[in-house]
Structures are given as structure tokens and as C-alpha cells.
């Protein structure tokens, strides 16, 4: 059973960074497309980042050219480093193994407040 966990989160000022983890188990990580997604308060659940078994990535216009998503085989850990945050970034955010976040993890708080 897969199983994913998020961290990292937290409250931060407008254009301030952070850097969320999610520990992956369960499966071959390394054979796994993976996914970040986000849920801002009253809204659905929006994709935000992809990082491919091969080492590609792509994003969503909103957030490109702020976060990258990056992953350590080794530590079976996949990375989401968000720079320049900004208040509409606020959201709970989910790693997933698919890009509709069928199977997530419980999540992380992201607050961006001045």
C-alpha cells in the first residue's frame, strides 16, 4: 500500500520561502511520476507540479519560475521548494503518485500572511 507523508509547512510572510517534503513508501519510488497539488480554502484541488521517473518537470503558469519540485532517490523523497510565496499560495498541499491527487498523503498547512 502506498503510503505518503508531507511536512514543512508553515506561516510565512509574503515573499518568503519554504521547502515541503513527502516521504514516500509502499512502492518503487523511483518508478513513479509524482505529483504536488494544492486546496486553497473553499476551492477544489488544483495541480501544481510534476516530476517525472525520467527527471522532467513541469508546472503550473502561477507558480513557474517560483517552485520546483525535485526528488532523492535515496531518501524516497520528493520536494516542493517554493521562493517568492504570495497570500493566494495558501493552501493545503499534497504530494501524490497521480496528477488528480487520487491517492495523497494527509497533507501540509501553507499559510502566506503579513
Known amino acids: 500500500e502506498v503510503h505518503l507523508e508531507e511536512s514543512g509547512g508553515g506561516l510565512v510572510q509574503p515573499g518568503e520561502s519554504l521547502r515541503l517534503s513527502c516521504v514516500v513508501s509502499?512502492?518503487?519510488?523511483?518508478?513513479?511520476?509524482m505529483s504536488w497539488l494544492r486546496q486553497a480554502p473553499g476551492k477544489g484541488l488544483e495541480w501544481i507540479a510534476l516530476?517525472?521517473?525520467?527527471?522532467?518537470?513541469d508546472y503550473l503558469d502561477s507558480v513557474k519560475g517560483r517552485f520546483t519540485v525535485s526528488r532523492d532517490l535515496y531518501k524516497n523523497t520528493l520536494y516542493l521548494q517554493m521562493n517568492a510565496l504570495r497570500p493566494e499560495d495558501t493552501a493545503v498541499y499534497y504530494c501524490?503518485?497521480?496528477?488528480?491527487?487520487?491517492?495523497r498523503g494527509q497533507g501540509t498547512q501553507v499559510t502566506v500572511s503579513s
Open positions: 501524490s503518485t497521480d496528477i488528480d491527487g487520487n491517492v
Open positions: 509502499g512502492t518503487t519510488f523511483a518508478h513513479r511520476d
Open positions: 516530476h517525472n521517473t525520467g527527471g522532467g518537470t
